[in-house]
């Protein structure tokens, strides 16, 4: 797929997955760096905050019933258990930014693209390879592939994907 195929709105959804410890984390802390625009949503967790976390900010911190009821109600686009604590993100905050122009990048796991496919089939699906030799491990299912072997070469071609009007301020 070319990066000129088609014109892209400039309020897309980006999710960018990966395998645990492909470094999702960094390429995405590079990338919002060069773009002020850029939206990232802030999760939902179960799990309890860390001393440095503020709630609404890193995380927004609920019980059990809480995300019990969230997930029942239709209001997270995606979610997942770790280990004994639950992972989600909103729906409504995502498709509020898209629905006035903002574009939004989501770093997720690889269960939680899926499932953004499936609730925003718009979406654009990137994979995150630690390296060169887990380049096609992604398969069909995503959009495009950008390997990791050098963060600050991971975040230029995350960047080139995204193209350059979609990272201007307006």
Known sequence: MGTHDDVRPAARLTV???????????VTQLV???SPRLWLPVPVTTRPARRYEVDGVHYHFVD?????????????LEWSDI?????????????????????????????????????????RLVYLAPS???????????DATVVNDVVGRAADELVSLLGSSFLTPT
């Open 83 to 123: 280990g004994v604590h639950r992972y989600g993100t909103p729906a409504g905050p995502v498709r509020l930014r898209l629905s006035t122009g903002r574009p939004v990048l989501l770093p997720i796991d690889l269960r939680g693209a899926r499932q953004v496919r499936t609730a925003l089939p718009s979406a």
């Open 64 to 76: 059990r019933a809480e995300f019990g009821r969230l997930l029942d109600g239709g209001a997270l």
């Open 132 to 142: 060169r030799a887990d380049a096609d491990a992604a398969g069909r299912e995503f």
């Open 16 to 26: 960018l997955a990966g395998p645990s410890g492909a470094g999702k984390d960094s």
């Open 32 to 34: 919002r760096a060069r």
